[in-house]
């Protein structure tokens, strides 16, 4: 025997299973592998608990957010890894259109087959060989496992059912404990498999040697354009789907080759989606309840027997099955109560829209994309600054359920983790418990707003823009008009449009807070300016209680970003300065908005110690006041400066704040003369 024929024999497979070379496992033993493999942190999201997985954080364009979507997968892979009641289960995730849930099963295939690519994760199947001199099979001289059944399997079956495979397996250097975890992964062998067998049995008169001749283990084929390991079913009309997609049919050809047509083999299970798969592989079925009666039907049979069977015959298969369906179908087929055991073999995950602003921007960036934009007359388009921030709170914000007991505003701040005035993340966590438990599974939490796709398409509309190619920009003011376009094309609903519309109201009025920190920091000539006037402000109220305060009003403390002593002068006017713009008039407030921000100051910083209050934007606006009035006699003096250039000096203010939104605020000219010009103007104002 040469070298190459040694190395696919089934004995030298299993001598490296046993060394453990290679590996013999179900398929959610392995994909539950490949997602804990990444790590794991514990840390506290809006109020509850989370875990970053870091599998899901992998690559240029991973997962983003999905916290509780993730954890739900894991502990189901994990579950049914450990022979619990999800190895008879699929996972299906529903929820809104575009908000994710495609992307998030093929994220996991497309890892899956780079998993199964290593060397040490590899798996093998086994194909027949020789089979012309059997006599029964014509011009067909090699057959491969259909299901992509491994060695393994088929050692445990080489006698049939007994114990007789034990003894072998024990030949071959397997002991005891390892051959009850082969065995505790048994299965029979697929249908067109025994009877190849038991025709070489037969052939070989029992003797197993010269029966292993006709046997030559090999990898199983990773290719997604095959479908092999990881393949995807999406549903068809009802004309055109039947139950060969999935299962297989009979195969004309091999009739033709085979002299007996009880032969198994007749039937192409491999021409269906999920015998491609079955062999330790992922089957993502796409809006599964999309599909016809009788397809749903087939799922419930492959679901809760893993197998495929056609005319009595039967393939076990070994997968792990995800499925996505849509609220509306998926509402539409539980409504039909004669369809409750299919539900009863599904995992139901509810997807959300993400509701984090600040991981938005993450999803936003995905949507606008990596590469640099071109206008039509084939010159670069410059982003603005602010359009990433701009479109992330306006679809957020339509993402987000109106409620008494908290704001838009201070839901979404409270939902990123930021600080919302006095209201606690206790109020948003009820809220989310109080939707969640409705069983229309729309008005649930997260479940309606502007998606993905619409989040596409806005940046599309603004790209369709004529003044985007002018300018040469996307200038982020303009998402408002290209994100309305988006409500009244694609929002059917009255009621729904009319929530968003307001929504972006909203929107509007954060980013021209935004806009005023920029302008003002542009004056100043510096990127952090309002910034350091925010933490100065929070350090001199920590520093006013100090025992180590001197007569001369100077704090001296160690800097928790830089862990350098640093000195401040306590500036009680500029204190009171700024709470009297936050509206506290008397002593007994002032401490309270105090004692809150020292308190806040406390929790953070020990886990974010470059914590700045910039999110407080009540605190952030007024201090932006306070310095307007300083530097140069308020906000209404800077307008006057900005819009009426016909004096030297107004012209070299000008001038300057255009040169530094240039070259240390990211802008281009256009971006940062339209948004010169939008400060100008009295609207959006709170």
Avoid at 196 to 202: A, C, L, S
């Amino acid at each position: 025997m040469s070298q190459s024929q040694e190395r696919g024999s089934l004995a030298y497979h299993l001598k490296e299973v046993s060394a453990g070379r290679r590996r013999f496992e179900n398929a959610t033993r392995s994909v539950s592998r490949m997602m804990l493999g990444g790590g794991v942190q514990k840390n506290t999201r809006a109020g509850q608990t989370a875990y970053e997985f870091g599998f899901f954080r992998e690559g240029k364009k991973h997962i983003i957010g999905w916290f509780d979507e993730i954890t739900d997968i894991i502990n189901f892979t994990k579950d049914a890894a450990e022979g619990g009641s999800s190895r008879e289960m699929a996972f299906v995730l529903v929820g809104e259109p575009g908000n994710g849930k495609t992307f998030f099963v093929e994220y996991i295939c497309s890892l899956y087959r780079q998993f199964i690519a290593r060397p040490e994760n590899r798996r093998y199947t086994f194909e027949f060989i020789g089979l012309e001199n059997i006599g029964s099979y014509g011009n067909i001289k090699v057959i491969q496992s259909q299901t992509f059944e491994d060695p393994v399997i088929l050692a445990m079956n080489l006698f049939g059912p007994g114990e007789l495979s034990k003894d072998y397996l024990s030949r071959l250097e397997f002991g005891e404990k390892e051959m009850d975890g082969l065995y505790a992964d048994y299965r029979p062998l697929g249908a067109c498999t025994e009877f190849i067998w038991n025709d070489i049995r037969n052939y070989c008169d029992g003797d197993v040697e010269k029966m292993l001749e006709f046997v030559r283990v090999v990898p199983v084929p990773i290719a997604e354009s095959l479908g092999t390991v990881t393949g995807k079913y999406s549903a068809r009309d009802k004309i055109t789907s039947s139950a060969t997609d999935l299962l297989g049919e009979e195969d004309l050809s091999r009739l033709l080759n085979l002299s007996d047509t009880s032969n198994p083999y007749k039937y192409n299970v491999r021409r269906g989606a999920i015998a491609r798969v079955a062999g330790g592989g992922i089957h993502f079925s796409d809006e599964l309840f999309k599909n016809k009666k009788d397809l749903v039907q087939i799922y419930l049979q492959v679901i809760q027997n893993r197998t495929i069977e056609l005319d009595g015959y039967r393939w076990p298969i070994d997968t792990l099955i995800i499925a996505t369906s849509n609220n509306w179908e998926y509402n539409r087929f539980t409504s039909e109560k004669e369809e409750a055991p299919i539900k009863d073999r599904c995992r139901i995950c509810y997807v959300s829209h993400n509701t984090d602003y600040k991981l938005q921007q993450g999803l936003t960036r995905y949507s606008i994309g990596s590469e640099k934009k071109v206008a039509v007359t084939g010159e670069g388009l410059h982003e603005d600054p602010n359009l990433s921030y701009a479109l992330s709170v306006a679809v957020t914000l339509t993402r987000l359920p109106h409620s008494d007991k908290l704001t838009p505003v201070e839901m979404m701040k409270l939902e990123a983790g930021e600080t919302a005035g006095e209201k606690n993340v206790k109020t948003l966590v009820e809220i989310k418990e109080m939707l969640n438990i409705n069983p229309d599974v729309t008005k649930r939490w997260g479940q309606k707003g502007i998606g993905h796709r619409g989040l596409g398409r806005i940046v599309q509309i603004m790209l369709a823009m004529p003044e985007t190619h002018e300018g040469k920009c996307l200038f982020a003011k303009d998402c408002f008009k290209a994100a309305e376009r988006e409500i009244f094309d694609y929002i059917p609903d009255a009621v729904d449009r009319e929530k968003f519309l307001k929504d972006l109201k909203i929107a509007q009025r954060l980013y021209r807070g935004e806009i005023k920190t920029s302008i003002f920091n542009a004056y100043r000539d510096d990127p952090e300016a309002i910034r350091k006037d925010v933490i100065a402000y929070v350090n001199m109220i920590i520093g006013m209680d100090s025992d180590q305060l001197g007569p001369d009003k100077i704090w001296r403390y160690r800097d928790p970003q830089t862990n350098e002593m640093k000195a401040i002068k306590i500036d009680e006017r500029y204190i009171d300065s700024v709470e009297g713009r936050l509206g506290l008039k008397t002593k007994e407030l002032k401490e309270t908005f105090r004692t809150r921000v020292r308190k806040i100051y406390g929790q953070k910083i020990s886990t974010e110690p470059n914590y700045d209050f910039m999110d407080n934007e009540s605190l952030v606006k007024a201090v932006t006041d306070v310095r307007l009035e300083s530097d140069v006699a308020g906000s209404a003096s800077l307008v006057g400066a900005l819009a009426n250039r016909a004096n030297e000096e107004n012209v070299r203010i000008f001038n300057k704040m255009i040169d530094t939104m240039l070259n240390k605020l990211e802008y281009c000219r256009t971006c940062a003369q339209k948004t010169i010009e939008y400060f100008c103007e009295k609207v959006d104002e709170d």
